[in-house]
């Protein structure tokens, strides 16, 4: 049976996002990487050039996940404030498991990769086009007010962004993250003013 190339690459990616995940890209090998995969190294060679290039490609996968489990939730909702909210959840929640991709975004270890530059500043423009998309359609419904949904979506995925470390990854909230979040989106959606 001919293995096709495509096919064991993807295997490599598999056995390499979980030599990652647990290790971190500092402390993973290209020989371990191998020898999980049941090849050699030299072999592993073939399909990659580096352990670069296999980081490059676990968290292309990984961003590629994300998006697509973030279009499903966002697109089982129809109205625009259950959408907005649906995305803030989801992003909140979901994005630290994929932590190859949440390390590529945020440690600053990683930035001397060129690619890595490039693959912040795709998911900081897919995630506000996104937002902005949820704001027109809730402007266009006359659910939001704003005067401009570029700048509403640069404001929201920013603090989305700025929320993880101090909020979200802290073990001191741990408990209370229902209440955060519904907290979090009470601010966002109707603000700290008394009506």
């Known amino acids: 049976m001919v293995v096709v190339k ?21 402390k ?6 191998a020898s999980a995969s049941g090849m050699g190294k030299s072999s592993i060679y073939y399909y990659f050039k580096s352990k670069e290039d296999i980081f490059r490609a676990v968290v292309e996968f990984e961003a590629r996940m994300l998006k697509e489990k973030l ?27 994929l932590e190859n991709f949440y390390a590529a975004l945020n440690e600053e270890t990683l930035s001397h990769m060129d690619f890595i530059l490039q693959i912040r500043r795709n998911f900081e423009i897919e995630e506000q086009q996104l937002v902005r ?24 995925s920013t603090m989305l962004k700025g929320l993880e470390l101090p909020l979200l990854l802290d073990k ?24």
């Open 28 to 33: 993973a090998t290209m020989e371990e990487i």
């Open 172 to 195: 001191a909230h741990k408990t209370d993250r229902v209440e955060l979040m519904e907290d979090l989106i009470r601010v966002l959606l109707y603000g700290i003013l008394k009506r």
């Open 71 to 97: 279009s499903r939730v966002i697109e089982n909702s129809t109205f625009p404030t259950d959408r907005l909210k649906a995305y803030i959840m989801f992003r909140l929640n979901h994005i630290k498991t």
């Open 6 to 26: 495509e096919e064991v690459r993807t295997r490599i990616v598999g056995v390499a996002r979980r030599i990652f995940t647990r290790k971190g890209f500092r």
């Open 133 to 156: 998309e949820i704001l027109e359609d809730g402007m266009k419904q006359k659910i939001f007010q704003l005067g401009n949904s570029k700048i509403g979506a640069i404001a929201i």
